[in-house]
């Protein structure tokens, strides 16, 4: 069965730190492009970060270059999403899909073509 699952979200202060990862089970996930895709409430879905590992293509939305960091593990078939100086506008569900070519980390903002999609997991970014 085709899947991601991803984890590590939570409730973290301004200014701080969080690790997500998105585990695929079923694929090798080092030929597709990976993408990290946020929504908040009342906000629609949008695509922060992307990266294909075997052209070590890495993509980040200007809102979070410098702060976000994308990296993948073959070995453990996971993608990470290293979240610094975290905002409160950062908070939402935090998403993680697969579309299969690198090319698609081009238009990766969108989300067309990603697919499977994981659960999701939320990340809070409160005082």
């Known amino acids: 069965q085709v899947q991601l699952v991803e984890s590590g979200g939570g409730l973290v202060q301004p200014g701080g730190s969080l690790r997500l990862s998105c585990a695929a089970s079923g694929f090798k996930l080092d030929y597709y492009a990976i993408g990290w895709f946020r929504q908040a409430p009342g906000k629609e879905r949008e695509g922060i970060s992307c990266?294909?590992?075997?052209?070590?293509?890495?993509y980040y939305i200007d809102s979070v270059k410098g702060r976000f960091t994308v990296s993948g593990d073959n070995a453990k078939n996971t993608v990470y999403l290293q979240m610094d100086d975290l905002k409160p506008e950062d908070s939402g569900v935090y998403y993680c899909a697969a579309a299969p070519g690198y090319w698609f980390c081009s238009g990766y903002v969108s989300g067309s073509g990603f697919t499977p999609w994981g659960q999701g997991t939320q990340v809070t970014v409160s005082s």
């Open positions: 990266i294909n590992i075997n052209h070590d293509t890495k």
